[in-house]
């Protein structure tokens, strides 16, 4: 019998504000949007930006009118969820490309909004499961992790101060959601109805998908239900958590926490 992993500990929630930085709308809706929701009922002050306005993810419909779509049900998504600050960069969907304008833009954000922590998706080639990682989201996650350095570094981008943003080195760490190898979690037992309402916000974009046989409830309910497993809890969401010091303390609750 194959011995099963330890389970996860939680991440740490002793902070009060966080950027989440995805590639398109609905990205932060696949499992993230239910920890969000837990978050904003405790409180914290939790901001969204979208590289991209996910105008190539309708194949019927020309790209302009799919961004205008697209960005309002990301915004009904968020609201699901309590997130009433919602930005957009003007990447271009389905090409965005990794580099200085990216990690600026980003950098730009993070120096703007000051935030505790950074959540972002996976870089990596593969996701969750296997599953093959799309071109946006690896540029968007590489990119994001840079940026989080570049925003606490005065010589990097000093454009940004003469627009009057001084560096912010206050990110505690950043959170990598999608991952196939993660490092904690967080218990969303009473917040997956709402993460299903976020992503099924996004109704254009899944009469978009074809057939209608993709249910935003069961996609949601499995990410919830798989993430549980992990952290011996009915739901979860996992992360892969990495500090930005490595002098701190872990981004998760130790048993010395816990008892």
């Known amino acids: 019998m194959t011995p099963?992993?330890?389970?996860?500990?939680?991440?740490?929630?002793?902070?009060?504000?966080?950027?989440?930085?995805?590639?398109?709308?609905?990205?932060?809706?696949?499992?993230?949007?239910?920890?969000?929701?837990r978050w904003t009922a405790q409180g914290k002050q939790i901001v969204y930006l979208l590289v991209t306005r996910g105008e190539a993810g309708i194949d019927k419909l020309d790209p302009r009118e799919a961004a205008?779509?697209?960005?309002?049900?990301?915004?009904?998504?968020?609201?699901?969820?309590?997130?009433?600050?919602?930005?957009?960069?003007?990447?271009?969907?389905?090409?965005?490309?990794?580099?200085?304008?990216?990690?600026?833009d980003i950098a730009r954000a993070i120096r703007r909004h000051r935030p505790d922590v950074v959540f972002t998706g996976t870089f990596a080639e593969r996701m969750v499961g296997g599953l093959l990682n799309q071109a946006d989201h690896r540029a968007?996650?590489?990119?994001?992790?840079?940026?989080?350095?570049?925003?606490?570094?005065?010589?990097?981008?000093?454009?940004?101060?003469?627009?009057?943003?001084?560096?912010?080195?206050?990110?505690?760490?950043?959170?990598?959601?999608?991952?196939?190898?993660?490092?904690?979690?967080?218990?969303?037992?009473?917040?997956?109805?709402?993460?299903?309402?976020?992503?099924?916000?996004?109704?254009?974009?899944?009469?978009?998908?074809?057939d209608g046989s993709t249910d935003p409830a069961q996609i949601v309910r499995w990410i919830a239900d798989s993430g549980g497993a992990r952290m011996g809890v009915p739901s979860a969401v996992l992360f892969d958590a990495c500090p930005l010091d490595p002098s701190s303390p872990p981004p998760w609750e130790t048993r010395d926490q816990n008892g």
């Open 4 to 37: 099963q992993p330890p389970l996860l500990p939680a991440l740490r929630e002793d902070w009060h504000s966080a950027l989440c930085v995805a590639a398109h709308p609905d990205d932060l809706e696949y499992g993230a949007a239910s920890a969000v929701a």
């Open 140 to 210: 968007v996650g590489l990119a994001t992790l840079d940026a989080v350095r570049d925003a606490g570094n005065r010589w990097v981008f000093p454009e940004l101060i003469e627009d009057g943003l001084e560096p912010w080195p206050g990110v505690r760490y950043i959170c990598f959601g999608g991952t196939d190898d993660p490092n904690c979690g967080v218990d969303v037992t009473g917040f997956v109805d709402r993460g299903v309402a976020s992503l099924s916000a996004h109704r254009a974009y899944f009469e978009g998908l074809g």
């Open 68 to 104: 205008v779509i697209r960005e309002e049900e990301e915004r009904q998504g968020a609201r699901e969820v309590g997130v009433d600050v919602v930005e957009f960069l003007d990447h271009r969907d389905g090409v965005v490309e990794y580099g200085l304008p990216l990690r600026r």
